[in-house]
């Protein structure tokens, strides 16, 4: 993917939220009812809280992962930088939440990691996810072939010279503070 042919997309917290709350009613609305939601870390931590919030779901745990630098520039494969946490139960039902899944390493890696666990259900969830990706998650929202930017990466984007166009002025003018920190 060459960073030049790659499209951004800007996802403000109001598009986010909407997205969030109609994964939820899918979730919901499958009568899936989990009793965890894990967030894979970092782009999962947002959504999942969102989520988790909507379905009633009070307990919330994480997993780290790391994986992309930048669009078209990642590493050769996803590494786990935190194991679950809290460990899961084989009685937790869980709902794992990511931002997107693009080549899907990322989220097998989190089912792999999850099956060492021995839990009996467990599904995934992601607000988009890539055609290209080896893994469809459960649940998503939308596939895209877009570069996503999510409101809380303003800093990590701009660090990495990503441009992001066709903002709002309250966006412009949260972006020019962002580039006045960093």
Do not use: C
């Amino acid at each position: 993917m060459a960073r030049d042919k790659t499209r951004i997309r800007y996802v403000d917290w109001k598009t986010l939220h909407r997205l969030a709350a109609e994964l939820a009613k899918k979730i919901h609305l499958d009568d899936y009812k989990p009793n965890i939601v894990y967030a894979v870390l970092k782009g999962g931590l947002i959504p999942a809280r969102i989520i988790g919030d909507l379905l009633g779901v009070e307990e919330i745990g994480v997993l780290g992962v790391k994986f992309y630098y930048s669009p078209g520039m990642k590493r050769h494969k996803p590494v786990l930088t935190i194991p679950p946490t809290p460990p899961p139960r084989r009685d937790h039902r869980i709902l794992v939440i990511d931002d997107i899944i693009d080549s899907g390493k990322t989220m097998q890696l989190v089912i792999d990691e999850i099956n060492r666990y021995d839990v009996e259900v467990f599904r995934t969830a992601s607000i988009y996810y890539k055609p290209w990706s080896i893994y469809k998650p459960d649940y998503y929202i939308e596939e895209t072939r877009d570069w996503v930017i999510y409101p809380w990466e303003l800093g990590e984007s701009l660090r990495k010279g990503i441009i992001i166009k066709d903002l709002d002025d309250a966006t412009i003018d949260i972006l020019d503070m962002v580039e006045s920190i960093i």
